[in-house]
């Protein structure tokens, strides 16, 4: 083979390696593996996905979406020039596969981090949550341990039902434990007399209490069944991102529009849960 061949193939194979090296490039950032800086681009969208779980997150009369968290995000957003968005995630146990597709920047829903720690990129928790029963005014049951042999609901795929699993005493002494699949439908079996208790996260309690029963016929049980972090969870590895919004979430701290924003929920104990830095 003359030296003339021998330098085509040679610059053949150069080329070749080069437009397969940029090929790759391309299809690694297609899958997000370069996520070590956040965006900066002024038309970037934030989109927060959440559960509709009041004061957390929630439909407001208006029709729009608003909430302790929602509030937070929004100005994050604002903070960095990002477009807002509110995703309602209506299959909670889709989650995860909205967050890797990038259907979602983060999820920001009363999410716990306990227990979940390894499974996503997380902020630094915001919120300290605790795990109550409601029952009704007249039951008679006045603490946890009334609830020997009663009925107890808590929604399904939850930190609750978690606080129950994860408590052998307090579950071997409940008669049965019903999961739903909202707290819709266990305050209307908790009024109707088809459960006995229902366990769900403090604020939440309290704001159903005072919004839909006009604080009429509800009471929560001082006892706290089981405490939680909340945080922002990101897609594993995407540290620019939630580097960003920490960075945003720390000056809100420091300037004083965490505590400002959760004073809007002072009636839910929202003011109480927050974790400064």
């Not at 997000?32 to 970037?44: E, H, I, K, L, V």
């Not at 439909?59 to 968290?69: A, L, Q």
């Not at 309602?88 to 967050?99: F, M, Q, T, Y």
Request: proline share 3%.
């Amino acid at each position: 083979m003359n030296k003339k061949i021998i330098l085509i193939l040679a610059l053949a194979l150069v080329s070749f390696l080069m437009v397969g090296a940029v090929s790759a490039e391309g299809l690694f950032d297609f899958l997000g593996s370069d996520n070590g800086s956040a965006p900066t681009d002024g038309n970037y969208t934030f989109v927060v996905g959440f559960s509709e779980f009041p004061p957390f997150g929630y439909t407001d009369v208006n029709g729009g979406y608003t909430g302790f968290d929602l509030d937070l995000a929004k100005e994050v957003a604002k903070r960095n020039n990002w477009t807002f968005k509110a995703q309602p995630i209506i299959d909670w146990e889709s989650k995860e596969v909205e967050l890797n597709s990038n259907e979602i920047s983060c999820i920001w829903s009363e999410f716990s981090i306990d227990g979940r720690e390894n499974e996503y990129t997380w902020s630094e928790p915001y919120f300290n949550n605790s795990q109550v029963f409601v029952v009704k005014s007249d039951s008679g049951i006045d603490s946890v341990t009334d609830l020997k042999g009663k009925v107890v609901e808590t929604e399904s795929e939850s930190s609750a039902l978690n606080a129950i699993e994860n408590n052998k005493t307090l579950k071997d002494s409940l008669g049965k434990v019903n999961e739903v699949n909202d707290y819709d439908e266990s305050f209307m079996d908790l009024q109707s007399g088809a459960c006995d208790a229902v366990l769900l996260d403090s604020p939440s309690a309290k704001y159903r209490i005072a919004e839909m029963f006009k604080d009429d016929g509800f009471k929560t049980l001082d006892e706290p069944v089981a405490y939680e972090k909340y945080g922002v969870a990101f897609k594993k590895g995407d540290d620019g991102l939630k580097n960003q919004v920490q960075k945003t979430l720390d000056e809100m701290y420091k300037d004083g529009t965490v505590d400002k924003i959760a004073q809007k929920y002072s009636d839910y104990g929202i003011p109480e849960g927050i974790i400064h830095p």
